[in-house]
């Protein structure tokens, strides 16, 4: 009698707690069945075991927007500048590392029976490629700032391993989570313009400042392409189809040699064959005006413009039809993505990754297309180099 008596109690106590958040502490000093942890109580509360992996200003956007989805646990943050994070460790209340290997293998070691390992990275790839590597192979699931890597072929190694571990790598792209954006995609969807013929896109860098390792090609593997350019790319890929063919010319316009603060491209001009009568172009710059990016998509009798926080249909002769004002920021759109990066764990039958790395390949295969181009002077095509890694992971 005295142990049904308990029992019970036990079972009181286990609700009240799942009603204030408390429940994972129970099942530990409780020693409840594995049925009771399978309950939708408790898939509502789980979190990922969350480490995030470079504190720069992206870092520290994607450490805050994980912060407010309520499904990350953040257990800990590195940086190569111990002060920065020990300085933010504090303010999230975790650990802090400047070792990121010694972070993966401690984060290793704190998870227990149904944790969930979650690797938020900021960090250049030149400083924590392996780490990347390890952390997958112990079976966490990794979401990466853009660009998705360094080149192609570092990318497809990621989806590779991705793959082969049954974990989830995803790209933080928050354009595709602008609501300008989703309404130029739910316009196209619609087919509310026809016989489209031109796509022009425009990516000033402004003053924007870069960390001085993307000067360097070697560790960088680009310059405002591959870093200042790879969202607006992505949304001509995903918006439109792989262009058959690209043809890029590529440049470092600022200063003479000995002065040049840069060694990667930091202006470029990017031509896109999408069908015989189907175009687009691209025009990248540190110094060709203030910050912004736009799309414009020009069909039959319209043209569609479309900017982070804009869009606006119109005719040849300027004439506004429509124009939606939107005043989202990249917090909540980091906020978004993340929400739909855990929910696609933690809920996979019911969530579809939005911006897996799978995907992401074929944005890489045009900006490897658009380099490669710079090199050879001739167009180049994605699709032969999709056609790399179509077999092993299934891209085309």
Same mark, same amino acid.
């Given at each position: ?45 789980? =979190?990922? &075991?969350?480490? *995030? !992996?470079? #504190? ?7 450490? $805050? /927007? @994980? ?69 997958? =192979?112990? &079976?966490?699931? *990794? !979401?990466? #700032? ?7 072929? $570092? /990318? @497809? ?240």
């Amino acid at each position: 009698m005295l142990g049904v008596v308990v029992r019970l109690a036990l079972l009181l106590e286990f609700t009240r707690r799942l009603s204030t958040g408390q429940g994972s502490s129970l099942y530990l000093a409780g020693g409840f069945t594995a049925g009771l942890r399978d309950t939708p109580y408790e898939m509502r509360d789980k =979190k990922l &075991k969350t480490a *995030v !992996l470079g #504190l720069d200003e992206r870092g520290l956007l994607l450490l $805050e /927007a @994980a912060s407010q989805t309520g499904h990350f646990h953040i257990e800990a943050v590195a940086d190569k500048d111990t002060k920065l994070a020990e300085r933010i460790a504090a303010e999230y209340k975790c650990t802090p590392y400047d070792d990121y290997r010694q972070l993966i293998t401690t984060m290793d070691s704190r998870l227990r029976g149904n944790d969930i390992g979650c690797l938020l990275v900021a960090a250049g790839m030149y400083s924590c490629d392996e780490y990347i590597r390890a952390a997958m =192979k112990k &079976k966490f699931n *990794v !979401l990466k #700032l853009t660009p998705t890597a360094r080149n192609f072929e $570092e /990318a @497809a190694a990621f989806v590779q391993l991705a793959e082969d571990e049954n974990i989830k790598f995803a790209v933080a792209n928050p354009l595709r989570f602008a609501r300008s954006f989703l309404a130029l995609r739910k316009f196209l969807e619609e087919g509310r313009i026809e016989q489209i013929f031109l796509i022009t896109a425009v990516c000033a860098v402004g003053n924007q400042q870069c960390p001085s390792w993307q000067s360097d090609p070697k560790l960088a593997g680009g310059g405002v392409l591959l870093h200042n350019c790879y969202e607006i790319i992505d949304q001509m890929v995903w918006n439109f189809a792989v262009p058959q063919q690209v043809y890029s010319l590529n440049a470092n316009t600022i200063g003479n040699k000995g002065q040049r603060p840069y060694l990667t491209e930091d202006t470029a001009v990017v031509m896109m064959k999408f069908a015989d009568a189907f175009f687009g172009n691209l025009t990248a710059g540190k110094a060709i005006g203030p910050r912004q990016k736009f799309l414009k998509v020009h069909g039959k009798d319209k043209i569609l413009t479309v900017s982070d926080t804009q869009f606006v249909v119109s005719n040849e002769a300027g004439q506004i039809s429509e124009q939606l004002e939107y005043d989202d920021n990249d917090l909540g759109r980091i906020r978004e993505l993340l929400e739909n990066f855990a929910l696609s764990i933690l809920s996979p039958d019911e969530n579809k990754l939005c911006c897996g790395g799978k995907e992401n390949l074929k944005t890489m295969a045009v900006v490897e297309s658009a380099y490669l181009s710079a090199r050879t002077s001739v167009p180049e095509e994605p699709g032969r180099i999709l056609q790399m890694v179509s077999r092993q992971v299934g891209v085309l």
